[in-house]
C-alpha cells in the first residue's frame, strides 16, 4: 500500500515537474465587431478559424452559434473540428440575426501573425447558404488593421488591438 502511495506520488511530483516547463503559447488579444448585412431568417452561425498557409485548419478561434447540431452545416471546418472536437464552450455565443453586430475577443496566437497564417470567417444560415470564406485575408499587421468587406453574411469586420 505504501509503495503504490509513493509511486502515485512520484507521478504527480513528475506530471507537475513536466507542465510547470511548458510555457503556454503568448496570444495577441483583438476586439473583433462582426457587422452583417441585411438578411430575413434565422441567426447566422459563424466560425473564425487560423489556417495555415495551404489553408489547412489549423486552431478554431470563435464560434458563433451554440447549437451543436448545426455544427455540421459548416462543412469545411466540420471536416476539421468533428475529427477532433475539442471542447469550445468557452469561445462561443449565441447566433446573430441579420443587420445585427457582434462584438468578441478573438485571442490570436502572436507567433502566427505575419508568419504566412490565414484568418477565415466562415458562415452559414439554416434553409439560406452557406460561406465557407465569407471573409479571408492574410494575418498581418496591415490586414488586421483594416476593416475587411464581406462575401456572404457579413457585410464587413473591423479589428482593433486590445
Known sequence: ???????QLTVMSLSLAVFSFTEPQETTTYKCMIQLTNYS???????VSLLDEEEVYQETLYVQGEDAEWFSEITRWWKFYGLR????????????????RTVNLLKIPTEKIDAGYI????????????????????????????????????????????
Open 85 to 100: 472536437r475539442p471542447n469550445i464552450d468557452a469561445i462561443s455565443g449565441p447566433t446573430v440575426s441579420g443587420g445585427n
Open 1 to 7: 500500500m505504501k509503495i503504490k502511495r509513493i509511486l
Open 41 to 47: 431568417g434565422e441567426g447566422a452561425y459563424i466560425v
Open 119 to 162: 484568418l477565415r470567417f466562415e458562415t452559414s444560415v439554416e434553409d439560406q447558404a452557406y460561406y465557407p470564406d465569407d471573409v479571408q485575408f492574410e494575418l498581418t499587421q496591415d490586414n488586421l488593421s483594416k476593416q475587411t468587406e464581406g462575401r456572404g453574411f457579413i457585410r464587413y469586420i473591423r479589428m482593433i488591438k486590445q
